[in-house]
């Protein structure tokens, strides 16, 4: 048995062998031991160099967006150095980074070649400089890793002008071997302006105590409002049958925008739906501008015509900071969250985390209202209802194929919200009825409903609040729950086109 002193005396002895080239002169039992024993401790040293490189991550993620550009050190294949300033990197999590790949260039052949480099990063914060040295893996050039760099870079293309020449080609990951802060004079880190875990804990508790989808999206808005401090933001459900977002709820904009689309794939709130990832970028990007995008994407469907009729979707004139985060349940896409500000930078990696861990908590709330959903109470009796008086509303359907309805000349509703509306309005002139629930809408073939996960209480919500916008005398109440009432307060007149 070899006690600690003596371990530690064979530990030192094959130590200084290894550093000199002798270890072979030492017998086997102490050779054998004493490079366990030396293993371990370079194990040890690994872990805790480990350990801290992950701890230091963690609190530089704001030398990463660009703001001051990085420098990657490279070697060729006969060592010989070369530097590059670098646009962008990418955090993935507290072993790996990505960075940009734009160019086939000496850095792009001395990494193929050579995969270990340097990068240097400064904070724009602090000023303090950070030496990282990383480990290339792989180059992705799809999927959700590929489409944040994408976005990011646009905006950093365009802020510095080299909008026609940045083009992300690829995304790099790299294993982070090791990270080190660089000794010089820094500044003071401002404090935050936010304390996101106690935003967090508010916000939370106030959703769990939300009992209908409309109380629930409501209380999000105001949550990231007042707690957050997030000044202009919107809220969109998932279309699934369409392939679309639609607006549901936005706030700190002049108009609403309820009603307003924006298709899977386009501008930072459609590529944020499609990759199921959260898309952030720090300066404007016309690219990823929404009127661009919806006009591009309607040209390409052959539905140019349609934005005649198209709402507005709501967002400030000229948005420099954009962030959009996905909500989900259970791998389903149920809607996103953006958030928007004219102010460059203004959303970074902590904004980001605080708002995709508040949508996970939207996403289950959501999921369990519509799991409630299906649960209606019984039917109350319907007493006879009275033919109102006055002037007739003409409810005219065009477009047979996106049920598109107006009301006299001014367009209102379409999809599966404009067919709710048109079954319901037809059977109140045909049979005079004002009552209805969900279950007997989720079955009706004249709504064509893709099924149960096409979450119609959100539909019906929207429908309402386009009703209460255009105040023509035709609302929507809900009764109790998956019940509802249809109030008609002039005859209507219905009209196919």
């Known amino acids: 048995m070899i006690d600690r002193e003596n371990a530690a005396f064979i530990q030192t002895g094959v130590a200084i062998s290894l550093a000199t080239g002798a270890v072979d002169r030492l017998p086997n039992h102490a050779r054998a031991?004493?490079?366990?024993?030396?293993?371990?401790?370079?194990?040890?040293?690994?872990?805790?160099?480990?350990?801290?490189?992950?701890?230091l991550l963690a609190n530089i993620r704001d030398c990463f967006d660009g703001v001051i550009p990085g420098l990657i050190a490279t070697?060729?294949?006969?060592?010989?150095?070369?530097?590059?300033?670098?646009?962008?990197?990418?955090?993935?999590?507290?072993?790996?980074?990505a960075l940009s790949y734009q160019f086939f260039n000496k850095t792009r052949q001395n990494v193929l070649l050579n995969p270990k480099v340097r990068l240097l990063l400064t904070s724009h914060?602090?000023?303090?400089?950070?030496?990282?040295?990383?480990?290339?893996?792989?180059?992705?050039?799809a999927g959700p890793l590929f489409?944040?760099?994408k976005a990011k870079l646009a905006g950093i293309a365009s802020h510095t002008g080299m909008s026609g020449v940045f083009k992300l080609l690829g995304s790099?990951?790299?294993?982070?071997?090791?990270?080190?802060?660089?000794?010089?004079?820094?500044?003071?880190?401002p404090p935050p302006l936010v304390n996101y875990l106690t935003a967090l804990r508010r916000s939370t508790a106030r959703l769990a105590s939300c009992e209908h989808l409309e109380t629930l999206l409501d209380t999000s808005l105001d949550c990231l409002s007042s707690e957050f401090g997030i000044q202009h933001l919107m809220l969109l459900m998932h279309d699934e049958a369409g392939q679309r977002l639609y607006t549901l709820a936005s706030h700190g904009y002049p108009a609403s925008g309820v009603g307003s689309e924006i298709p899977i794939g386009a501008g930072v709130i459609g590529v944020c739906a499609r990759e199921r990832t959260p898309i952030r970028i720090g300066y404007t990007a016309s690219e990823y501008a929404y009127g661009r995008a919806i006009r591009e994407s309607a040209a390409a469907d052959g539905l140019s015509a349609a934005l005649e009729s198209a709402i507005p979707l709501p967002g400030l004139p000229e948005a420099?900071?954009?962030?959009?985060?996905?909500?989900t349940?259970?791998?389903?896409?149920?809607?996103?969250?953006?958030?928007?500000?004219?102010?460059?930078?203004?959303?970074?990696?902590?904004?980001?985390?605080?708002?995709?861990?508040?949508?996970?908590?939207?996403?289950?709330?959501?999921?369990?209202?519509?799991?409630?959903?299906?649960?209606?109470?019984?039917?109350?009796?319907?007493?006879?209802?009275?033919?109102?008086?006055g002037k007739p509303l003409t409810v005219r359907r065009h477009f047979s194929g996106s049920d598109s309805v107006f009301l006299d000349d001014d367009?209102?509703?379409?999809?599966?919200?404009?067919?709710?509306?048109?079954?319901?309005?037809?059977?109140?002139?045909?049979?005079?009825?004002?009552?209805?629930?969900?279950k007997e809408l989720r079955i009706d073939p004249r709504i064509r409903l893709p099924g149960v996960s096409d979450n119609l209480e959100a539909r019906l919500l929207l429908l309402q609040r386009r009703l209460d916008e255009r105040p023509a005398g035709i609302t929507l109440v809900k009764t109790r729950r998956g019940r509802f009432a249809l109030c008609v307060k002039q005859p209507l007149q219905l009209v196919a086109a």
């Open 320 to 327: 420099a900071s954009q962030l959009a985060v996905p909500i």
């Open 329 to 389: 349940a259970f791998d389903r896409l149920l809607g996103v969250f953006y958030v928007e500000s004219t102010a460059d930078q203004h959303f970074g990696y902590d904004d980001e985390d605080a708002l995709v861990a508040f949508a996970a908590q939207l996403g289950m709330a959501i999921h369990h209202q519509q799991a409630a959903d299906t649960a209606e109470e019984p039917a109350a009796t319907e007493p006879a209802t009275r033919t109102p008086a």
């Open 33 to 55: 031991l004493g490079c366990k024993l030396v293993d371990a401790e370079q194990r040890l040293a690994i872990f805790v160099r480990s350990s801290q490189s992950q701890a």
């Open 147 to 149: 489409e944040q760099m």
């Open 75 to 97: 070697c060729d294949a006969d060592g010989v150095p070369n530097m590059a300033y670098l646009s962008q990197v990418q955090f993935i999590d507290l072993e790996h980074v």
């Open 172 to 189: 790099d990951v790299y294993r982070i071997l090791a990270i080190e802060r660089v000794p010089g004079a820094t500044l003071a880190a």
């Open 411 to 438: 367009y209102l509703i379409k999809g599966v919200a404009g067919a709710i509306l048109w079954a319901l309005v037809r059977d109140h002139v045909e049979r005079g009825r004002t009552s209805f629930s969900n």
């Open 125 to 141: 914060l602090t000023a303090c400089q950070y030496r990282l040295s990383l480990h290339y893996l792989r180059t992705e050039t």
